[in-house]
């Protein structure tokens, strides 16, 4: 027996075996080209029928009209009719057949047309949502209710096949359900209710995404929010590691929603987005999503000529380029955002662009210029009595003078930075200060010392999820243990540094890369610290 409906009381009461079938693979989808077209035409075009296949999202009764199509034009390129889709992108107009039975809108509305009324509801405000899943609260967001009120439509919407729950509690549209989803939504919903759909959604992101932030980045200031609309719901979290989870779930909606909310009008949604994931992005280096959503929100901000969204997706901006080594660009908008907080008379801002100068300084080898900028931002810290702040810009005070050589000072300066950061609660910070410490200690060839300060960084590191900082601290580790004549045990802790970096393809994978290249061109028998 076959069905659009999953047949459950059958399997239930009968024993039935249910076979499910799943949209075709790319391969089968090219193998359904080739047969109603013959294999010589998608041959001579393959990047033109892999574009008709992904256009059809390997839905065989979309293909099957598309061949159609191709087959009573047999001296039309496929190249052409990949055109064709692509302009009609959004539209089922290219999939209509010759009959009902051949019409994709057609097929789409005899599922529809069955639907409960909030479940069809439901699906037409899906297809407002341009993300790759969704989950219950999300789709509760959207819709305006309880996630227990939504749970039954949802489940509705999967027995039909309009939706697919791709994992326990979360969903997901065919691209031409979307559409088809989408087109409906224009027809039966007001624009009012469309655009309040739309903003709830993004604003359950926003609040989530800051309710994240307070535990991913206890001590750092939080960016002030409107309150959620009616009808959204945002999630608490109870620890840190389920609030970054969680951003690692909807990491591509969280990005998605960004360009969305910048693209419906919403402002500042996106520059306040990109904002309330930065512990996240830097945690898990995700840079180039970073990067994406934070340019994405400073656009959003300049269009608003919203001046305060602008200075903080200046400094949200810099701070990605500056993760990816892109010195020079990030000090550009680093000092764009100094002059933006000063004219908002924000003190804090200035204070935290003013320590990030310092810490670019830093990087690129300007160590006295580091020091100056790393002190100005020390006063302002301590004046507004910022220790999320003081933390961070004594770490990287105590940095500069291990660079400089002046080891007793960056012992000190360490030391107590750790101090601050160990009242504050900073265990972010906490981990960095203490592989700087490491570092000094490695320097001073006191090598126990060093690899016992790695080794507490390390397990700091892993405690908050901070893969960048085990990865970063995981090659130090691997100096040490070479320079104290250990080179297989160096090795181990570089190949587990390489496969951190090379999880996220972070560019720090390269210099691991270099120093085994090294270590497998070269016999050691203990050689001293870089």
């Not at 697919?164 to 919903?189: K, N, S, V, W």
């Not at 004219?343 to 006295?368: K, P, W, Y």
């Not at 080794?455 to 070479?482: M, Y």
Request: proline letters at 5%.
């Amino acid at each position: 027996m076959t069905s659009r409906s999953r047949l459950a009381g059958l399997v239930a009461a009968e024993g039935a075996h249910p076979l499910t079938l799943d949209q075709l693979s790319s391969a089968e989808a090219h193998d359904l080209l080739a047969r109603r077209l013959g294999a010589e035409r998608p041959a001579a075009e393959p990047d033109a029928a892999a574009e008709i296949v992904a256009h059809c999202g390997r839905l065989p009764l979309a293909l099957a009209i598309v061949a159609a199509h191709a087959a009573v034009n047999p001296h039309f390129p496929l190249s052409a009719i990949a055109e064709q889709l692509t302009e009609s992108h959004g539209s089922l107009d290219m999939f209509a057949g010759g009959d009902l039975g051949t019409d994709l809108r057609a097929v789409f509305s005899w599922s529809y047309q069955a639907l409960s009324a909030p479940a069809a509801r439901l699906f037409r405000l899906l297809g407002l949502d341009c993300g790759p899943d969704i989950s219950v609260p999300a789709a509760a967001a959207l819709a305006g209710l309880a996630p227990r009120e939504t749970r039954a439509p949802l489940l509705e919407l999967t027995r039909a096949h309009l939706l697919t729950e791709r994992f326990p509690g979360r969903y997901a549209l065919h691209d031409l359900l979307r559409i088809y989803a989408a087109e409906r939504a224009a027809i039966e919903e007001s624009t009012r209710e469309r655009d309040r759909a739309v903003e709830r959604l993004l604003a359950w992101y926003l609040h989530t995404a800051d309710a994240a932030y307070a535990h991913i980045t206890p001590q750092r200031p939080r960016i002030p929010l409107e309150p959620p609309p009616d009808g959204c719901r945002p999630l608490g979290f109870s620890s840190h590691d389920q609030a970054l989870d969680w951003c690692e779930t909807e990491r591509p909606n969280l990005v998605n929603a960004v360009h969305r909310a910048a693209e419906c009008g919403q402002w500042g949604i996106a520059w306040r987005l990109p904002a309330a994931l930065w512990g996240f992005f830097y945690l898990r280096s995700h840079l180039h999503d970073w990067l994406d959503s934070a340019r994405t929100g400073l656009a959003a901000a300049r269009t608003a000529q919203d001046r305060r969204g602008v200075a903080q997706s200046l400094a949200d901006t810099a701070a990605a380029l500056r993760s990816l080594g892109r010195y020079d660009e990030a000090a550009a908008h680093f000092r764009d955002a100094m002059t933006a907080y000063r004219e908002l008379g924000d003190l804090q801002g200035r204070s935290h662009a003013v320590t990030n100068l310092g810490d670019i300084c830093l990087q690129v080898g300007r160590l006295d210029k580091a020091v100056e900028y790393t002190r100005r931002g020390l006063v302002l810290d301590r004046f507004l009595g910022s220790t999320w702040g003081e933390g961070i810009g004594l770490s990287n005070l105590g940095d500069a003078y291990q660079r400089q050589g002046r080891f007793d000072e960056a012992v000190a300066c360490l030391e107590q930075a750790l101090t601050v950061l160990r009242a504050d609660g900073n265990r972010w910070v906490e981990g960095v200060t203490l592989d700087i410490l490491g570092t000094v200690y490695q320097r001073l060839r006191r090598y126990d010392d060093a690899l016992a300060h790695y080794h507490r960084a390390l397990e700091t590191h892993r405690d908050i999820g901070n893969r960048w900082g085990e990865g970063h601290t995981l090659g130090n580790f691997g100096d040490v243990q070479l320079a104290a004549g250990d080179p297989e045990a160096a090795r181990v802790s570089w190949d587990q540094a390489l496969a951190i970096f090379a999880e996220f393809d972070h560019q720090d994978a390269e210099k691991i890369r270099a120093r085994l290249g090294r270590l497998a061109d070269t016999p050691h028998e203990g050689a001293p610290p870089a």
